[in-house]
Every structure is written in structure tokens, then in C-alpha cells.
């Protein structure tokens, strides 16, 4: 079975190994999800950086009006910006049409359905173009405007302001595409500083946002991200550098804007490390365009990049980070200028992912080895051992030195280099495990199979102590069936019986201590422990009347009746014989009781008598009185029941009549000077409409005044 193992191990390793090098997009998932957890567990810390975002934020909107606000309002904002000192102002807004709330594009719109509109006001509107004043106040500022990627087609990308110098095998040949964007308006484009893109997904996916490109790729050039382009302008740039591999073609490695260096993935974009929002990163932008200059709000805003952006709700441009929160888009692009700045940042490379593989392909093979020479405890606390020491070397290297090492995929297939061989291993035993119980079960009840399985089979003479309660079933006149049958022929019929009247027995959860001839002895509350085991029994009893009155409704076979005795009381239940060979079974004065009161059945009439010990737990049945019984063995009577019905039967109001004339007429018969022969047909008038054996009990309770005195 080693050699089979082994075989499966290695197979299963190289299968694995292969799926790891294709990376197919559930890896890659699970891997991403695994980057967020440990950023959630160790963001990065806030750091007072000079970069703010002025917040398009709900109170401005509600002072200010509907986005999109007018261009005048804008020029404005960046008239206050500029007097606060800010050294960069990017917009994370479009101005891909001209402004709807401009008066000039008001006068052309009345022009258009025939106002007479003088020549000369037309001239003096015309100087109102909102457009026209924003473009000027961003003339000859550090101002960056934003393009997106859409899905427009036809729509060519603009034309960056940055130079671009390349070292390398065309490192750019990964960029992500910019197929077409939406234009900005030419009249601001002119006077723009610098453009950039605010897209922050080459997919299109943008609810959650765990890298971003720093520079696309078009068919009119290379364009720099938003942060990219505020960042070079900031520092007086006008060349971003982008640097590859001397033989990998295509290959990013790093991009550099002036001293600052930004190792990035082969496809040039970057792993955002996020940090918790903070609201020191914010400003209103309903502060910044108040009437008075705040000294308190230059001191936030001068020598610093400020981007424009919202985070009112209804404008949409809300964001997922890696460490689950909702953040302004505009954010994103503060914590990655921040990070830039602060040269803090995650790092992956594809000698990081040939690690985890050697990581994986070591724990399944010590796994493996380990399983061929030692016990499943050792191998799984190997494995355990080598997986605790991946994660903590992937959390070192996270939390140290900023390197994203996957310990998923060395863990899981750990894992299944264990449980496939393992198993096969159970799948194995098990099923020899089920050829020895399939035969063992003939001999012994599944409730003591199950307890010598738990023992691990550890099988000694003794027993314990306990309450529990013990049934005799008998077949009445089985002489005289035993004459009338040949042995094969009985033996047969007996199987039959007997397999019918044992499922109730076992359904009802007990143990089947032996078939004795023509007799079953069976108990309750042992080896398992069951609280009701009173009731159980005689819920047992009651459905092996049912099932003999099935038995004998199949046609020819001999009609056949049973009696039952059951009583409850201390035993010693355990293994009982010799050291060679023994079985277990209850002894002690309770299993002599159940079995003489299994024989006083023919004296009572009836099939099913109790003791008055075993009548204690099942009050809500259908019981009457039986007297005491004069049995074998025992220097006093014992007081006993018979078992009439279920629970139903006992709420019946019949079976209420019944018992109170039962009561008079056991009163009637302690009492020699009383005749009971109108009483005993009262209740026999009674007892018929609710159990048909009920006629022979009452049939023979005259004569048995002297159970009841």
C-alpha cells in the first residue's frame, strides 16, 4: 500500500505543480484574497504627506447645486487653490463637453429657436463663456486634467504632456491598452498642464481596486496615470523614465520620475499598499471656495499636491480598497502618490512565485514521506509544522519587507497531497472495516458492535452496575408448532418471526441480548445510556403486537401468539463467560423478574405484563392494574400492569370509562363478600371497543381474585 501511496502522492504533486505554473483565475483569486487579508491585518499607517484631496462632499453639493457644477465655480476653486499654494491641482473629473450652464451656450440655445437676440449682447455673452474663464484660470498653473477609458469606439486617446524615455527591451510592450477615451474639451486641453488617466482598472472593473496602472499604453503614445502626471509636475519633471530588463522584452521593472523610483509588476502597474481612510487627508470643497482666505486651510493645503474629486454618493465614484473599505475614487489616487512618496511599497516578482512553488512541492513531499513511514498523528503534525512555518514566513515577509508570498496554494495542496493518499487509505480499510462488521453484525447488536469499535476492540470480562429494563418475548404453543413443521420449515418460519419482531426491538433502541428456542430476550439502557428507557421498551412491545398481527395475516403459515414480560430494575450488564470466549448480557434478580413474569402471561391472560418497576416510566400509556403475582423464586408478589395501548389510546374516553370501572371491580374482588360478575361484564363491554385481547384477561380475572388481595 506504501508503493500505491507514494504513486498517488507524486501524481497528485505534479498535476498540482502544472496547475500552479497556469495560474488559472481561481488561484489567482484565492492568492489576491490572500494579499488582502494580511493588508487587513497590517495596513499602512497614516502619514502626514503634502497631498489632499478637495472633497466634492455632500454639504458642497447641497450648497453649490447638482454636479456637474457650472466651469466660473470651478475657475474659482482653482483661483483659491492657487492663492492657498497648492503646488499641484489634478481634477478627477472630465470636461469631455462644454458647459451646459454657460451663459454663451444659453444665448446660442435661444438663437436657435428664433429670439431676437441684438447682435451686440451676443458679443458681450459671448466673453461669459464659462469654458473660456476656466481654461484661463488653469493657464500657466501646475493644473491636471483627467481622461477615462470607455468603450466608445472611434475615440482616440489624447496625446500625453509628459516625455517618455525607455531602458530596456521595450518595457512598455505590457503596458494595459487605452483603446479610446473620452476627449477633453479642447479649449482646456490647450491651457492644460499636464493629462493623466483616472482610471484605476485596465479591466473595467473598478469595485475593488487592489493595483493600478501607472502608465497606458494608445495608439497616440504612452499616457501617465493621474497620480504619475501630479507627481512629475510636482516635482518640476517634464520625462518619466520607464526601465526594463536588458533581455526580457516587454518586461517593466521599475518607472522613475525624477529621484523618485517605483518598482512596479512586469505589466507596469502597481500594488497599492492601502492604508485606513483618514480625514486628514480631506478638504470641503465648500471650504476652500468661502468667501475669506482660512490661514488654518493654507497651512493644510500650500506646497501640496490637491487632487479634485467626491465622495458624495449619488456621483458614483465610489471604490473598494484591498482592506475592505468604501473610499472616493480620488483617494485611491492619494494613497498611491503617497506611497510613491513614501517608498513604501509591496513587492512580487516571479522569483517570489517560483518560492511558493518549491514551497509547495517540499511540504507535500515531506507529507507524503511521512505518511509512508509513519502514522496519520505524525504526518499531520509535520504538515501542520511546515504549514505554520510558511504562513509565518509569508507574515514575516509581508510585514518586514513589503513581499507578497502566496501561502495559499503551499497550504492547499499540502492539504490534498495529505488527503488524497489518506483517502485512499480510509477508502480501504473502511471497506475491509465493513466486511468484518457486515459479518460480525449477525452475531452481535449494532448498539455493541458500535461500543467495541469505540473501545478499538479491547474486549474483557465484567461488567457495571446500572438500571435497566428487560424484556422476554415467548411464541405461545410452540410445541405443538415445532410438531407440525419440519426443522428446516421452522427453523425458517422462526428467522422470519424473529427478524420482523427484532426491528421493532432495535427501532426502538435496543440491545438484542439472544434468541433462546423460541424465545427473545432483549433490555434496554445499555451499553448506551438512554433516559426514557421505560417507555422505549414498552413502545417496543407495543409495535411487536403489530407486527405478529401482520406476521399471521400472511396466508399459509400457522397463526401464532406471543407473551411479553418486561420489568426494570439494577443489573450487571457486561461481558459474561469464559476468558476464551464470552458475550455480552445483563444478569441479576431484574432479568429473573422479566422472565417470570413473561411466563405469568398465560397466567394473566394476556400478552403484555409489566412490572410495577417498569410501569413507573411509561405513565403516559395505556395501563391497568394486573395484581400482584405470586412468581418463581421470589418469597413476595410482585405488583404488575398490562400494557393496554399507546398514548392515544390512553386519552380516549372509552379507555377513561374503562379505568374507572377496572378500579371497581378490582376493589370488588379484594372483597370476598361481592360479587364481581357484573363488573367483570361492564368492563368486558367496555374493554372490547378499545383492544380485542383485553376479552381474555377480563375472562380469566375471576379466578384470580387472590392476585388482587
Known sequence: ??????????????????????????????????????????????????????????????????????????????????????????FDVLFNEPDRMSPSRLLS?????????????????????????????????????????????????????????????????????????????????????????????????TNLVRKAPLVWKSE????????????RLAMGESTVVIRGYPDLIGVTEKIHIGELEIP?????????????????????????????????????????????????????DIRTTAIGESVAGVSIHAQIIEQILLADHLLRDDLVAALEIIAFVLLGL???????????????????????????????????????????????????????????????????????????????????LN???????????????RTITVM???????????EAMSASELVSFLNELFTDLGAEILHENGTIDKFIGDAIMAFWNAPVEVENHRELAALAALKMRIA?????????????????????GLANVGNIGSKDRFNYSAIGDTVNVASRIETSCRHVCYDIVLSDTAAEGVANLALLPAGRLELKGKSERIPTCILVGDADIKRAPKFKDLVNCHNTLISALKDDGRNPDKLIADCLEIATQIEPGLASFYGCIARRQGDFR
Not at 440655445?109 to 461669459?128: G, K
Not at 405478529?548 to 426494570?568: D, E, M, V, Y
Request: hydrophobic share 50%.
Open 472 to 482: 422476554f418475548c415467548d411464541i405461545r404453543n410452540f410445541t405443538v408448532l415445532s
Open 109 to 205: 440655445r435661444m438663437a436657435d429657436v428664433d429670439l431676437n437676440i441684438p447682435a451686440a449682447v451676443l458679443d458681450q455673452m459671448a466673453s461669459l463663456d464659462t469654458d473660456v474663464i476656466f481654461a484661463g484660470a488653469i493657464a500657466g498653473r501646475n493644473v491636471v486634467l483627467g481622461v477615462a477609458q470607455v468603450t466608445q469606439p472611434g475615440l482616440l486617446p489624447e496625446t500625453a504632456s509628459a516625455g517618455f524615455a525607455k531602458i530596456g527591451a521595450q518595457p512598455s510592450l505590457g503596458f494595459p491598452f487605452l483603446s479610446s477615451s473620452a476627449p477633453i474639451l479642447p479649449v482646456l486641453r490647450e491651457t492644460a498642464a499636464g493629462i493623466g488617466t483616472i482610471s484605476v482598472s485596465p479591466s473595467g472593473q
Open 366 to 448: 515531506v507529507i507524503l514521506i511521512v505518511m509512508t513511514i509513519a502514522g496519520p498523528i505524525i504526518s499531520i503534525s509535520s504538515g501542520a509544522g511546515l504549514g505554520a512555518l510558511v504562513c509565518a514566513g509569508s507574515w514575516i515577509a509581508f510585514s518586514r519587507y513589503g513581499i507578497l508570498f502566496d501561502a495559499t496554494f503551499p497550504l492547499i495542496g499540502g492539504i490534498l497531497a495529505f488527503s488524497v493518499p489518506a483517502a485512499y487509505q480510509f477508502i480501504v480499510v473502511d471497506r475491509d472495516k465493513r466486511l468484518i462488521r457486515s459479518s460480525f453484525s449477525h452475531y452481535v447488536a449494532p448498539a455493541i
Open 548 to 568: 405478529l398481527k401482520n406476521f399471521n395475516a400472511h396466508g399459509g403459515r400457522p397463526k401464532i401468539s406471543t407473551a411479553i414480560g418486561i420489568s426494570s
Open 451 to 465: 461500543q467495541i469499535e469505540k473501545s478499538g476492540h479491547v474486549l474483557g470480562l465484567g461488567g457495571v452496575n
Open 1 to 90: 500500500m506504501r508503493r500505491i501511496i507514494l504513486a498517488i502522492g507524486l501524481t497528485l504533486l505534479s498535476v498540482l505543480t502544472l496547475i500552479r505554473a497556469a495560474d488559472p483565475l481561481p488561484v489567482q483569486a484565492l492568492r489576491e484574497n490572500y494579499f488582502d487579508y494580511l493588508q487587513r491585518l497590517n495596513p499602512r499607517e497614516y502619514t502626514e504627506l503634502p497631498v489632499r484631496v478637495v472633497d466634492i462632499d455632500e454639504k458642497s453639493l447641497a450648497k453649490f447645486g447638482q454636479w456637474p457644477w457650472p466651469r466660473d465655480l470651478l475657475a474659482e476653486l482653482v483661483d483659491n487653490l492657487d492663492e492657498y499654494g497648492a503646488a499641484v491641482i489634478a
Open 220 to 231: 497616440t503614445g504612452l499616457l501617465p496615470s493621474l497620480s504619475v502626471e501630479a507627481l
Open 264 to 316: 512596479t509588476l512586469p505589466d507596469g502597474q502597481l500594488w497599492i499598499r492601502y492604508r485606513k481612510d483618514h480625514p486628514d487627508l480631506y478638504v470641503s470643497a465648500q471650504d476652500v471656495l468661502a468667501g475669506t482666505l482660512d490661514p488654518a486651510l493654507r497651512a493644510a493645503l500650500e506646497g501640496n499636491i490637491v487632487l479634485v474629486g467626491t465622495s458624495a454618493a449619488g456621483l458614483f
